[in-house]
């Protein structure tokens, strides 16, 4: 694939997302990924192994949608769980993964296998949601180095819950995704300011009156 212009501002927009989500202390060491749409059946993901809060713009290369570099190079471990979705939702155009205290805490603290989120404001800030008043559900996927195997049971639930705008890997972190680079940001933000307010409930929940 020839690397042109989109391909190099894609590039040093999600380096500059990794930075800031670094600062955040959401992706230590070399955890976490990133990807961007590049056309119909292509997708530029980070490169297995980088600190993503030393990212450049050569530090990604595009994949097909079954996670096959389309020029070589070694993909991260879980870029089948990005292409799945690309694949599955043709408007998608970002995916973030982050290992956030809260989002990898929160799922270990929840015997359920999912996050249940009701009365915050903060929903409406995903797409779609336009009320406090509903549920947002995060499911909740056990952690496996099979990463075939949890696409394919990431697909499974997406079949019957489409609305679904991320899910967290227990003790591992979560995936957000979203139309463009800045709403996914915006999402993931807003869920983990919610994540940390569900571990604050819980902590009340345990001190004495």
Request: with cysteine; aromatic share 8%; glycine share 6%.
């Amino acid at each position: 694939m020839t690397a042109n212009n989109d391909y190099w501002q894609k590039a040093r927009a999600l380096a500059a997302t990794g930075r800031e989500l670094h600062a955040r202390g959401w992706v230590p060491a070399t955890s976490g990924n990133f990807s961007m749409r590049l056309s119909s059946n292509a997708v530029l993901v980070t490169a297995s192994g980088y600190h993503k809060g030393k990212l450049t713009e050569q530090d990604f290369l595009a994949v097909d949608f079954d996670g096959k570099p389309v020029d070589g190079g070694k993909p991260s471990a879980e870029t089948l769980l990005h292409t799945r979705l690309y694949r599955r939702f043709p408007a998608l155009e970002a995916v973030l993964h982050c290992h956030s205290p809260a989002a990898t805490v929160l799922s270990l603290l929840v015997s359920d296998n999912s996050v249940r989120l009701r009365g915050y404001e903060l929903q409406k800030a995903f797409a779609g949601i336009e009320t406090h008043s509903g549920e947002l559900v995060i499911p909740i996927f056990e952690n496996t180095q099979a990463i075939d195997e949890l696409a394919d049971e990431v697909d499974a639930y997406l079949d019957s819950h489409l609305d679904c705008p991320a899910y967290v890997i227990r003790g591992h972190g979560v995936y957000c995704w979203g139309d463009s680079l800045k709403a996914c940001e915006r999402e993931l933000e807003a869920l983990d300011f919610l994540f940390q307010c569900e571990l604050e409930i819980r902590r009340c929940r345990l001190a004495p009156p």
